[in-house]
């Protein structure tokens, strides 16, 4: 696993949306090339700069394809504070040549939720699979919506949001966790995991224990994070601000490694 400390989110945003960008420049192969995506506030100034970038036409989307990380089960596309909307509204909206018909999110109001959840898994490995997935954490360590305790080898599937979730999330829903769903569906660590790449954002003083254990601890269900420890392409990025709990060694061992990637 790399990481790559940058001075603040800003940076680390830039950094993050050159290396997407770089990837997809490479890519020349006829499949598409297949981008995993995240919602919330950490991957917002990286979809800024991408949308940026792809506006003043140094960047394609065209041969692009998206899988989304996750959505509310019960939350209708339209809805405000779905992450359907959420994506339209902080990227794709923005993006001059990106076809709708390259982008999935799972669907929330799905009558069979769990058919929903096979039939994604089984479009990202028609495209054979993901090339690189972007993701945030959330403060407990969860990748997508894979909670502490979800199996490190789950595939997409209907899970449950921890009351820790539900209050961080409640910020958007009026600040009333209980107007939070209680459920959503969401890719699973193992799906991450098999992509060809990760690229995990963190991110403020928030994710600092969530930082530490990803790295320094050992590879552990309790911080699905931890997984991309195994992962034979895997890069955090980061903010100075997050990496409050490494100890110093691990701190100036990836500033050291990583000093010709710091903006
Ligand atoms: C939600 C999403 C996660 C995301 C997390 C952190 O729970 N399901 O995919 O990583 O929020 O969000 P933020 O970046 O706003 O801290």
Redesign the pocket.
Known sequence: MRVVIQENYEKMCKWAADHIAARIRAHKEDRPFVLGL??????VGVYKELARQNRGGELSFANVVTFN??EYLGLPRKHGQSYWTFMHENFFNHLVDMKADNINILNGMAKDPAAECERYEAKILSYGGVDLFL????VDG?L??NEPFTSLTSRTGVRKLTSD?RI??SRFFGGDPSMVPAE?LSVGVGTVFDSKEVLILISGHNKARALAASVEGGVNHKWTCSVLQNHNNAIIACDEEACGELTVDTYKYFLDAERRERL
Not at 135 to 138: A, E, K, L, V
């Open positions: 995240p919602t919330g506030s950490s991957p990380m996750d993701g945030g954490i959330g969860h997508a919506f979730t961080a999330n959503a």
